[in-house]
Structure formats: C-alpha cells, structure tokens
C-alpha cells in the first residue's frame, strides 16, 4: 500500500468515528418531499448458520419468526407508501434473503403494486438456488447475486462454508445451472485471505473467467472491528500491502474481457445493475429490522430487535429507534467517496480534495485511473468497517429473545 492509500485510510477511520455516531432518537422518516423514485432496501435477518466473519444484520432462522417477519415487512412498506416515498428499485439484503422463496416473491408483487418497480436484486447462496426455481422466481428478480467468496475448498473449510455448502466443483455446478435463468447474475468473491498465495488467486481468476458470469464482484477480506482480534489469531493478520498487490493482479486479469464498474464489480457488458446501489442513490429508504435509511442530511437505523420491531410496527409507528445527522460538507466527501469508488467523475465542487487526487495521480483527465481505483477501494473498506462498527454497537445489548417473533 502506497504512503497515500495509509493517509487516506487514515483520514476514512478519524472520519467515520467522527461522524458515524448514531444516538437513540425520537426522529421517523419525514414525509417524501417529491415524488422522485428512489430505492427501497429490504433486509431479510435470518440465515440457516451464521458464518464466522459476517457483520451483518442476522439471527439463525426460526421458521415462525420469519414468516411473522414477512408479515411485518408487508405493514412498514406500506406504511412508508403513506409518507409518499415512491420506488423504482428493490435491493433485498441480508442474512440469507432467499430463505422462504414464497413469502420473498409475495413482497416483491406488494412491491410492484405499490410502486413503479422496474429492477429487483436479491442476494442468496448456494444452497437456496433450486428453492428459487421451485418458488418460480426467475420473472421477478432482475439481478441474482450469489455468495461464493472462494473458489478453493481449503478457503471454504478455513470460513466455514465448505460444510454449509459443499465443495467448490459443487458451487460451481449450482451457479453454472443457473446462469440462464436471470438477466444478470453476479458472483461474490473475497480475495486476500492471510495465507493466500498469487498462484491461488489466478486459479480464482481462471475459474471466474471459466464460468463467466454475467458480473463478478471482487471484495478483500475485511475483519469487522468486533471480531477482528479474534479473527486475526484464527486466520492471520490482514496484509494492506498483499491487498494491493493482489488487486492489481484482479485488474490486469479482467481487463479486455470484462468492464470494470466500480472499485469492486466487472461486468461482461458495460451496462446493467451493479451491486453498490449507494453509487448511484444519494438517499435510499430501509424497511426491516436493522435496516438504514438515508433521507436528505440525516441516517436513521431501524431497531435490531425482531420483538421491538414487531412492537413499532403493531402501534403503526416506523421501527426507527437512532439516527445521526450529517453537516453538508461532510455528505459532499461522501457523494464524492462513492461517486469515485463508482468510477464515475464526480459531481461534487471539492476544489481541495479534487486538486490533492490530481496532484497524487489518482485521476487523470478527470477519470478515475488504476491507482485511483485501488485508492478509493481502501476507503470504501474503511466506510464499510465503520458500518460494521455501527451494527455492532446496535447489536451488544441483544438476546436470543430478540431473534424470536412470538
């Protein structure tokens, strides 16, 4: 990693420490101030297992629970249709959100009923291919995106999917079955485990570019901070340095056949979804529990308890229980941030910041260039740890109790 990429990184640190503080709050989504389409995330928080180094949102599936859960679900979306708040994306994240096909299929038509829905996206796994074959989802979801993050059984075993589901040549097989079936399907894969080595990494490489999904999505390994230190004794310290020599090797391999989207995505054509909707939305609305909204200066987070969620949307109150506001330059740096981590030039008048990118060759003609690219891939991985800090702390007080709607 150049002396650069260490400054910005450490800046992305003081600054999400800085501002991603988020207090207990009495505020509620203000009623939508026009009607100008935005995206609609939904968060599923319920998987079979839970992997090691996941920091997301999740508790192990209870099947009652859940489908209480899409019942819910259904009453805040329409609740957040009352404020005005008009839609013409989906993105479902998780937790697992392909783990009841049939309740998932039921939101997306309230969904289509309620807005003007032109694209959906929906994360899964492995395991839970055939159950959207069954549940006859091919129609309704627009861009599959498929956690794989290795192709090396020796990875797998090492993050505890190997067991949850099966081999690499096994995976590989499933997602080859289903590559016809959805406009787009994108591939997840982590790259800088500790002990990888770059004869490992071109075999990940030669697979991806075997198999050639519509899109791939290339993201180093990141120790969220409240498992980092237990993390870094299991499976080693993470190497900055590997990482970009790693990520230089991912661009020179892609390069030519597929087109480079953002910092971490590639796509064989130059159009189409891409995974990082921040990239394209400057506000977004969250519906479920642990989801984030962000509406004009302001980030509201939705309670990650199940039996406080079920409670807020029971009196007909939006879940919403903390929230932190931005000062205006602040969500100028950010635009910029996610713009640029975009590839895209940005929009943002940052006279200072623009002038110190061109003065370190991080853009050239205005264009986000290589270094560039890897530049704003550390400070995209800084934001996303701060994000991870957020849920942590959003989650220390919980109980097995708050994972079971009764």
């Known amino acids: ?26 505020l509620s989504l203000p009623p939508a101030s026009d009607e100008t389409p935005l995206l609609l995330y939904i968060h599923i928080p319920f998987c079979l297992t839970l992997c090691p180094y996941c920091s997301f949102h ?16 259904h009453q805040e979306m329409r609740m957040v249709h009352a404020l005005g708040y008009r839609f013409d994306s989906i993105y479902f994240g998780g937790g697992t959100t392909t783990i009841l096909p049939h309740e998932l299929g039921e939101t997306i038509d309230l969904a289509k009923s309620l807005f003007a829905i032109r694209e959906v996206s929906c994360e899964s796994d492995p395991s839970h291919l055939s159950d959207l074959e069954n549940a006859d989802l091919h129609g309704k979801i ?21 067991k949850k589901f099966g081999s690499a040549d096994e995976q590989y097989a499933k997602v080859s079955a289903v590559l016809g079936d959805f406009p787009i399907v994108n591939i997840d894969m982590i790259y800088n485990y500790p002990d990888q080595s770059e004869e490992e990494l071109h075999r990940e490489i030669d697979t991806i570019l075997r198999l050639r999904p519509p899109q791939v999505t290339f993201y180093p390994l990141m120790y969220a901070p409240g498992i980092r230190e237990n993390l870094s004794k299991r499976w080693g ?16 391999r892609m390069r030519g056949i597929y087109t480079q989207r953002s910092s971490w995505a590639w796509s064989l054509e130059r159009e189409g979804i891409i995974d990082e909707y921040v990239i394209e939305r400057s506000e977004y609305v ?46 100028r740096q950010y635009r910029m ?4 981590f975009g590839l895209q030039d940005s929009k943002q008048h940052l006279w200072i910041e623009n002038t110190l990118l061109k003065m370190c060759g991080m853009v050239e003609n205005d264009h986000v260039n290589e270094r560039g690219a890897h530049l704003f891939s550390v400070m995209m991985r800084e934001f996303y740890n701060g994000m991870d800090y957020v849920r942590e702390t959003m989650r220390k007080d919980l109980t097995k109790e708050d994972g079971i709607l009764h």
């Open 237 to 252: 310290k993470l190497s900055d340095s590997k990482d970009a020599d790693f990520y230089r090797i991912i661009m020179e």
């Open 142 to 162: 627009d861009r599959l995106s498929i956690g794989i993050q290795s192709f090396n059984d020796r990875h797998l075993q090492k993050i505890g999917r190997y």
């Open 286 to 331: 969250g519906i479920g529990s642990g989801a984030f909204s962000f509406i004009g200066d302001t980030l509201y987070a939705n309670t990650f308890s199940l039996p406080a969620y079920a409670d807020r949307i029971s009196k007909e109150q939006l879940p919403i229980t903390h929230a932190t506001t931005f000062p205006p330059r602040a969500i």
């Open 337 to 340: 941030m996610v713009e640029m």
């Open 58 to 73: 999740k508790f192990r599936f209870d099947e009652p629970s859940a489908k209480r859960y899409f019942e819910l679900l």
């Open 1 to 26: 990693m150049s002396i650069i990429e260490k400054i910005a990184s450490a800046v992305m640190k003081r600054a999400v420490k800085k501002y991603l503080r988020l207090v207990p709050s009495t």
